[in-house]
Each structure stands twice: as structure tokens, then as C-alpha cells.
């Protein structure tokens, strides 16, 4: 196993004059460009004072620009902390304080919106060494605790050129000088915007994400200035690992799209850059299919051919070419599909035109890969066999029959959750395993099936993971409410509402006012929640919730 960065070094010192990453419809770096970026938060980084294994955080949309800077954190060997850009500023500040940041860097959405709370740099600068903030466009400074990064910023071109007197070159740059540590932490992942009392930070080291980028070298055929079209968040490690790290340490281009990708501007962007494979989650390719490929197969005479052997080639070769095509007919890898269980009808179309796809599995903890197979040998339904070199075990008598807890061990997990040992010992088996909270099976070629989940997390169809206990804990507060519980509904937050109807009418209050207040008081608290997080609607309820022996709300009951 080589160390990661070895390989991101290479790449650059390889494609130097190579365009590596750009702004869709707008700006491009090359490798080269990439370097002088990183050479600059460098040069800051070191004035700031900022040693091995420091923490930066991270807190912006997806951006070339996101790409510079994360792998200026990486190959200064500090840990990286990035945030989705959809945590609440107040969120951020007190996570990143938690974690001990010593520096954010921050796009201008993120700090107009901490801008409207200054508390919140009080917070921040209230961290041992905290140096300031960075803005991630332009590498200005926004924040300057130890007073010498605006000086350092305005000479930065005279730092640069005394640093590399005969310019920067593919020859004076060097990412890995000497070997690094592959225990060692790369990165923090937080798997929540809360608060530090309920959020989890993933510590994930060296290994995790080097035995993640080996696997994508064996089974994903990559070409020295292919693309990549990224939608995928790249805080969020399936979008970070094979939509940044992968493509950039192969030699490829990637593209990154802005913004929220509706079907329209996703396929404009898909034929325009001709990616040699696209990284999704179900609920983009549901929405393509529910906008463009389920229309024609439910008119006739397409709704017959379709169930007449043989003549059901005919339609079925002319949406998968249309589909091709709406992909920009660049595809040798295909779509990689994960994050969530794919609609089977969707799926089942996808197969039947020999469409080429693939589901694949894995969590934050493991960096995040867990399964994947190839397009040519995967199984309808499944989501590939182990990623090698991780082993996978399913905790029941039969693994083949009988669903048990999916459980997983190897480099690629990680070293726990950051200053929380109950949780890290709560995470593990006492033989050393990772529970994943998922449950499944194998079939007898050891293709994983996800049947369910054993843990209570909400997985949205975008791929984000909602903890229900922190909105309830917010509801449970609100006034005349006695309980609550929080369910995923068809791409839907639910809130189920057990009301004080006794209490209210006790206070004059009739039914239907409680009923309405309630509805109101808990949509408020959607001001408070992530986007992906936000409840969709409420079901105010008489009747407490069936419960075990233990008072624990028998949550399977109202899935």
C-alpha cells in the first residue's frame, strides 16, 4: 500500500501543464495552477504558525477552488475538517472550535452567513492558536488573529518567488519527502451539523483513503486527461474520494458543477463535458428517469413492445442510446450509483437495456468504500462484493438466509469518533469489527444485499445521514407535546407528534388550534435544521407510541 499523497504528488509533478479541475462553464487550473495554489496557503499555513497535524477546517460549496484547497491541507500533513456547506454557521463555528481547528477556510455564501452572527468568530478565536480565515477564492484573508496573514497575503508574490527563485516547476515541488505515517489522521468527518454534544467526527487515517484510492485504480479503467462531472458534495467522502482524490491523482479533469442539480442542467452539463464515468446518488437518476425515460415507456405502442420478447429490444435500444447520448457517449466506466437503495423499478429498466451501471455501498467510517463489482459481473438488486483488501461479515447463524448486522474490518476503517470514546467503543464488536447499522445477506457468491437498517439514522436519497434523536430532542421541547418521533417517508422527513390534548383543553385550547399549533411550532424549527435534514410535514397523534420493557419507542412500528 502506497500513501495516498505519494500518488496526488506524481500526478502533478506528471501532468503539470494538464488541466486539472474547473469551474464548470467558467475557470480551469491546470496541475501546475493547482501547485501555486497550494504553495500559497503554504506559505500561510507556516506564518500562521501551523504545525504537523493541525487541524483547518473547511466550509464552502463545491468549487475548483475546494479542490486546491483541500489538498493544501493534505500535503502540508495537517488534518482536514471540511463541513458541507449546508451546516448552520453556528454549527460550524462550534464543531470546528470542538476539533480544535486552527484555521477555517470559508467561500463568501459561508461568510455573509457568519457574518450575520460575529459571536461566532468569538467562538472560533477562543481555540489555542486559532490563526483566522481564508477566503477560498482568492486566498485573501478574512480573519486575522495572529496579525501577521494580511501582511503575508500582500507580499505573497515576493514569498513565493524567494521560495522558488527560478519559479515554481514540476521539479521544485515535493509532496512527500519523506515517509508518512499511514495510522496517522488525514481527516475529520463530521457525519452531522449539530452540535459537538450529538455530532460524530469520523477520524480517518492515512490508509483508509490510500486503501480506497488503490481499489479505484484496480477496478476503474482511467485515462490521463479523462473527465469527471462532479455534482456530489466533496465534503462528503464517496464525492471527496472518487469525484476529487481519484480523478486528480490519475491525471484526469474533473468539472465541477455548481449548485443543486436539477435534470435539466445535469444533462446539459453531462453532454458538454462527456464523462468517462459519473458518480450519483438513486434520487438523481430516479428524478431523470421520472422526467425523461418513464414517459416513453407508458405510451403505446412502447407499453406493448415492452412486454413482447424479442420486440421489446426495439424500445429498449432506443432509450438506453437516448440515455447514452443524454450522458454525452463518453461512458467506458459508467454510472457508479451509492448513498441509498436504488428505486427497483428503476433499476429493473436499467438492466433490462444492458445499461451500463453499478450500486455500490460504503460509510463515512470506512473512507467510505465497502462494496463494489464491476459493471460486467454485478448482480441486480446487490451492491457488489468486498472491496478488497476490507472483509465483510454478516452477524447472523446463516449469512446466506437469516439478516444479520453488516459488519466490516480492514485498513480502510477508521480510528474512531474524535474525543469520544463511548461512541468508539460503542461502534466496535469485541473482536475488532465495525458495526455498520445495516442489515443483510449474501448470495452464494458473496454479493451483499441491504435489507434494512438496524440503527435508527435516516439515510435521505441524496445520501446524507439524519440522526432523528437531535430534531426530537428539539420537539420534545416544544410546548403540548409529550413525545415525538422522526421517520424518512418517500424522500420525506416525518414527524410524528404525540399531542397534550388533555392538557390543552385543560388550558381552553380545542383541538383543532393544538393541532395547529403544534404544526406550526415544529415546522419553525426547520430554521434550525441542515436543508437535506428539514421536516417535510407532521401527523399529530392521540395515542402514545407503542414502547419496549425499557420505555424505547418500538420505532420499526411506524417506518
Known amino acids: 500500500m502506497r500513501h495516498f499523497i505519494s500518488y496526488f504528488n506524481d500526478s502533478v509533478k506528471k501532468h503539470w501543464d494538464l488541466p486539472a479541475v474547473t469551474n464548470f462553464g467558467k475557470e480551469t487550473y491546470t496541475y501546475g495552477q493547482m501547485a501555486e495554489g497550494m504553495e500559497k496557503y503554504h506559505i500561510l499555513f507556516e506564518e500562521a504558525g501551523i504545525k504537523k497535524g493541525d487541524k483547518i477546517a473547511i466550509y464552502a460549496r463545491n468549487s475548483a477552488e475546494w479542490c486546491i ?64 480565515v481564508l477566503n477560498i477564492k482568492d486566498i485573501s484573508v478574512l480573519r486575522d488573529t495572529t496579525g501577521k496573514l494580511a501582511k ?55 490508509r483508509s483513503l490510500s486503501v480506497n484510492l ?180 454478516i452477524d447472523s447463524a446463516n449469512p446466506r438466509r437469516v439478516l444479520g448486522e453488516i459488519q466490516v474490518k480492514g485498513d480502510a476503517v477508521m480510528l474512531g469518533y474524535y474525543n469520544n470514546e463511548e461512541a468508539t467503543k460503542a461502534a466496535f464488536t469485541s473482536d475488532g469489527w465495525l458495526r455498520t447499522g445495516d442489515m443483510g445477506v449474501f448470495d452464494n457468491k458473496a454479493n451483499l444485499f441491504i435489507k434494512g437498517r438496524c440503527k435508527n439514522m435516516i439515510l435521505t436519497g441524496s445520501g446524507q445521514n439524519i440522526y432523528p434523536e437531535e430534531i426530537e430532542d428539539k420537539i420534545n421541547n416544544l410546548p403540548y407535546v409529550v413525545e415525538s418521533l422522526v421517520v424518512g417517508r418517500k424522500n420525506a422527513v416525518v414527524a410524528l407528534v404525540v399531542a397534550d390534548f388533555d392538557g390543552a383543553q385543560k388550558a381552553g385550547i380545542s383541538d383543532e388550534e393544538l393541532q395547529k399549533m403544534v404544526d406550526e411550532n415544529v415546522l419553525a424549527l426547520n430554521a434550525e435544521l441542515a436543508a437535506y435534514s428539514k421536516i417535510g410535514y407532521t401527523e399529530i397523534r392521540r395515542e402514545a407510541f407503542e414502547k419496549t420493557p425499557k420505555q424505547s419507542i418500538k420505532r420499526f412500528m411506524y417506518s
Open 152 to 206: 503575508v497575503h500582500e507580499n505573497m508574490n515576493d514569498l513565493l518567488s524567494a521560495r522558488h527563485p527560478k519559479g515554481l516547476t514540476s521539479k521544485s515541488i515535493n509532496y512527500y519527502k519523506e515517509e508518512r505515517d499511514m495510522n496517522a489522521p488525514v481527516e475529520i468527518s463530521f457525519t452531522s451539523g449539530t452540535t459537538s454534544a450529538t455530532s460524530k467526527g469520523v477520524v480517518l487515517p492515512a
Open 69 to 132: 484547497a483541500y489538498f493544501a491541507t493534505l500535503t502540508y500533513d495537517a488534518v482536514t475538517v471540511p463541513f458541507l456547506p449546508d451546516f448552520l454557521p453556528a454549527a460550524v463555528a462550534e464543531l470546528a472550535s470542538f476539533s480544535e481547528c486552527k484555521m477555517l477556510i470559508i467561500d463568501d455564501v459561508a461568510f455573509n452567513a457568519m457574518n450575520a452572527t460575529p459571536e461566532l468568530y468569538e467562538q472560533l478565536e477562543k481555540t489555542k492558536n486559532f490563526a483566522g
Open 214 to 393: 488503490e481499489f479505484g485504480f484496480r477496478e476503474i479503467p482511467t485515462c490521463v486527461g479523462g473527465h469527471i462531472f462532479a455534482i456530489l458534495p466533496m465534503a462528503h467522502m464517496f464525492g471527496q474520494t472518487f469525484d476529487v482524490i481519484f480523478p486528480l491523482a490519475s491525471g484526469c479533469h474533473v468539472h465541477v458543477m455548481p449548485g443543486k442539480p436539477t435534470p435539466a442542467r445535469l444533462l446539459g452539463g453531462l453532454a458538454a463535458v462527456k464523462p468517462f464515468m459519473f458518480l450519483t446518488v438513486p434520487m438523481v437518476i430516479e428524478k431523470i428517469f421520472k422526467s425523461k425515460v418513464f414517459p416513453a415507456t407508458r405510451t403505446f405502442p412502447a407499453k406493448l413492445l415492452l412486454k413482447i420478447p424479442g420486440l421489446d429490444r426495439i424500445v429498449l435500444n432506443k432509450i438506453r442510446k437516448s440515455l447514452l447520448s443524454a450522458f454525452g457517449n463518453g461512458f467506458t466506466t459508467g454510472l457508479i450509483i451509492g448513498g441509498a437503495a436504488l428505486n427497483r423499478e428503476v433499476e429493473d429498466l436499467l438492466k433490462r437495456m444492458k445499461f451500463p451501471y453499478v450500486v455500490g455501498y460504503g460509510m463515512t467510517e470506512c473512507g467510505p468504500l465497502i462494496s463494489y463489482r464491476d459493471k460486467s459481473e454485478y448482480v441486480k438488486y446487490s451492491c457488489g462484493t468486498n472491496a478488497h483488501p476490507i472483509e465483510i461479515r
